[in-house]
């Protein structure tokens, strides 16, 4: 299943593609219903398992905006589960060891289940204390766990904060406080656990912090204004973004505070991306669309672009 893109915050798209083909290897469609229409809002695949390992291989955890929550099996199109959120539930996560999964919505919870048995274990949200914001005041948008600690991710959304959790506590333990974050544009490097951020604004628009202390370590600002709905890490200190206004995907050496190549001038907004190390290629949605490139040293290669 490495060899196949998660196509995370790509709204309307219900389709899993593979590094340089043409179309969809599959597609993963709900049963027909009043709410199947709605976009999927958020994936995340399951770590690969050994080859003979038929039960944990190939599993898409999913979000969508009608509140459901579902595990995919990919290759056959399996709808495995389904948890329905009485909220719109608008992305999902899961730990680094892969035993539980969160999700956070439209009400400002983050709801933590176990994976085995599907069930709410934790409701994290912010206390009834006026005097701190130990949680969200707004809709959370991106959630990621830390690489290595099961018991530790961030969130971040609407509120300008970036909140640290720990699942042993009810309440964050610490913020950041600044980026606007309205799509999938949080990351954690697995290296160095640098946090990236974008922000849906025309300032400090992708950021870096340090996970341990929440300093700031750098701004970038795009040639061109963009505001940011997507963002992951490529490599340490090299970020890939896209967005709106400026309709362009561009990688970035946070380091340096330069460009390194991007697309510029896509028809559509950006809404999603993500990076697939194995082939070096990236996957970026822009309405419609769905574009694939190879990344070669500094710039990017345009392969091709698909009509959805």
């Known amino acids: ?29 709900p049963s027909s219903g009043a709410l199947s229409h709605l976009p999927v809002t958020g994936v995340h695949f399951r770590k690969v398992g050994s080859a003979s390992d038929a039960v944990h291989n190939n599993i898409l955890l999913a979000s969508y905006s009608s509140g459901h929550v579902r595990h995919w099996h990919v290759t056959t199109g399996q709808c495995l589960s389904t948890i329905k959120e009485d909220r719109e539930t608008l992305a999902a996560a899961y730990s680094s060891d892969y035993q539980s999964f969160v999700t956070v919505g439209s009400d400002c919870k983050i709801h933590l289940y176990d994976e085995n048995s599907l069930q709410l274990v934790s409701t994290f949200e912010k206390s ?15 959630i990621r766990y830390h690489p290595s600690d099961p018991t530790s991710f961030l969130s971040s959304g609407w509120d300008d904060t970036i909140q640290f959790w720990d699942t042993r506590q009810s309440y964050s333990v610490r913020r950041i406080s600044g980026p606007h974050i309205c799509g999938d544009a949080l990351d954690i490097d697995p290296n160095t656990h640098d946090i990236l951020t974008g922000s849906w604004s025309y300032s400090d628009t992708l950021q870096v912090w340090d996970f341990a202390s929440g300093k700031l370590l750098s701004t970038f600002q795009p040639t061109l204004q963009c505001k940011v709905y997507a963002a992951c890490w490529l490599r340490p200190g090299v970020a890939i973004v896209g967005g709106t206004q400026a ?42 669309k769905l574009y ?3 990344v070669l040293g500094s710039t990017l290669q345009a392969l091709h672009s698909r009509d959805h």
């Open 292 to 294: 694939s490139s190879v």
């Open 247 to 288: 309709h362009l995907t561009v990688v970035v050496d946070t380091k340096a505070n330069k460009e390194l190549g991007g697309m510029k001038d896509l028809e559509h907004s950006v809404y999603g991306l993500d990076y697939h190390q194995r082939s070096n290629t990236i996957a970026v949605a822009a309405g419609n």
């Open 128 to 142: 009834s204390s006026s005097s701190v914001m130990d949680g969200h005041a707004s809709r959370v948008f991106a």
């Open 1 to 29: 299943m490495y060899n196949l893109f998660k196509l995370a915050q790509i709204f309307f798209f219900r389709e899993v593609f593979q590094p340089h083909s043409s179309g969809a290897v599959y597609e993963l469609r």
